[in-house]
T-cell receptor, first 110, second 113 residues
Framework: RKEVEQDPGPFNVPEGATVAFNCTYS??????FFWYRQDCRKEPKLLMS???SGNEDGRFTAQLNRASQYISLLIRDSKLSDSATYLC???????????FGSGTQLTVLP | EPEVTQTPSHQVTQMGQEVILRCVPI?????FYWYRQILGQKVEFLVS????????KSEIFDDQFSVERPDGSNFTLKIRSTKLEDSAMYFC???????????FGPGTRLTVL
């Protein structure tokens, strides 16, 4: 089983749509969870940390279910500038090593 | 806003040559990392560094790799004898005390011919 598994995508959605990404992780000792976005041939940029109670940052909402080892990201009212690859990232148990999923590509269409 | 910087942006080298990739982490950060991303693949952890020593390294980080913090601002990754399969984007990241968040530099694209 892959350590961090994401929807493969790609997702092509019209501007203004709501889109949801899902992710599962295999290491139950994982401590921290993040969503990063990565534009083509650029570095991963931290989008948001994911907290157990769920958290929202503007149009972005992240949820964590530790029992199911499941993380989600919801993007509301999507913009053209949201087009990117979204990376589900998990911090491992004993070290501050980030484990990345393969990413889900999103294209927002005009 | 403070950011991680990396040089060079692109390095081309011949197989068997040594390369040094340089990073300047965010100034008050204490944790430093190297990751790599082979084209079309996911980002992979190489090594973490704290308090002037390696905290953890992955299987990829073999004897050909080394890291150093030669002064108060730079953090370097050296590959002693490059192989074709070392061609990848190398990202440096740093993190502060009291937070698990890591911030990435723009990367160095290494091409081994």
């Amino acid at each position: 089983r892959k350590e961090v598994e994401q929807d493969p995508g790609p997702f092509n959605v019209p501007e203004g749509a709501t889109v949801a990404f899902n992710c599962t992780y295999s290491n139950s000792a994982s401590q921290s969870f993040f969503w990063y976005r990565q534009d083509c041939r650029k570095e991963p940029k931290l989008l948001m940390s994911v907290y157990s109670s769920g958290n929202e940052d503007g149009r972005f909402t992240a949820q964590l279910n530790r029992a199911s080892q499941y993380i989600s990201l919801l993007i509301r009212d999507s913009k053209l500038s949201d087009s990117a690859t979204y990376l589900c990232v998990v911090l491992g148990g004993s070290a501050r090593q980030l484990t990345f999923g393969s990413g889900t590509q999103l294209t927002v269409l005009p | 806003e403070p950011e991680v910087t990396q040089t060079p942006s692109h390095q081309v080298t011949q197989m068997g040559q040594e390369v040094i990739l340089r990073c300047v982490p965010i100034s008050n950060h204490l944790y430093f990392y190297w990751y790599r991303q082979i084209l079309g693949q996911k980002v992979e952890f190489l090594v973490s560094f704290y308090n002037n020593e390696i905290s953890e390294k992955s299987e990829i980080f073999d004897d050909q790799f080394s890291v150093e913090r030669p002064d108060g601002s730079n953090f370097t990754l050296k590959i002693r004898s490059t192989k074709l399969e070392d061609s990848a984007m190398y990202f440096c990241a740093s993190g502060g005390q009291g937070s698990n968040e890591q911030f990435f530099g723009p990367g160095t694209r290494l091409t081994v011919l």
